[in-house]
């Protein structure tokens, strides 16, 4: 029984290339799944920061809103109501810019309490 030298070496370098191969395919798929799920991550906190943004948008109106139209018993300047319609437009939300623009044609008191109503409730909404 002679032993090759050739032999065992090939063997034992097979073995070690093979194990090597194992560890790094082990490491290219815990790379890829940790890739997907930190991904996933971003995302969701991606919308939570959007979700804060536009809710502080919807706060920077009604603090706006409530200083330049309910706190005063003046008539609303130009500027004021640019910045509001501004303000108002920045919040990017259809069913307040509606809203808005019924509010803003409103032409008895009546109207213009019951659509300040609505709009506030709107808002308020919202920001729950």
């Not at 070496?9 to 073995?15: N, P, V």
């Not at 008895?108 to 709107?122: D, H, I, R, S, Y």
Request: proline share 1%; charged share 25%.
């Amino acid at each position: 029984m002679s032993i090759n030298l050739f032999e065992i070496f090939s063997r034992q370098k097979k073995l070690i290339l093979t194990l090597v191969f194992v560890f790094l395919l082990f490491g290219v798929i815990s790379f890829g799944a940790r890739c997907y799920f930190l991904d996933a991550e971003v995302k969701a906190l991606n919308q939570q920061l959007e979700n804060r943004n536009g809710k502080a948008k919807i706060v920077s109106f009604l603090n706006l809103f409530i200083e330049k139209v309910l706190q005063t018993s003046e008539d609303i300047s130009f500027e004021d109501r640019l910045k509001l319609e501004n303000a108002v437009r920045d919040i990017n939300d259809p069913e307040i810019l509606s809203l808005w623009e019924a509010f803003t044609k409103a032409e008895t008191a009546e109207q213009v309490q019951v659509l300040c109503k609505n709009l506030l409730e709107a808002l308020a909404k919202k920001l729950l």
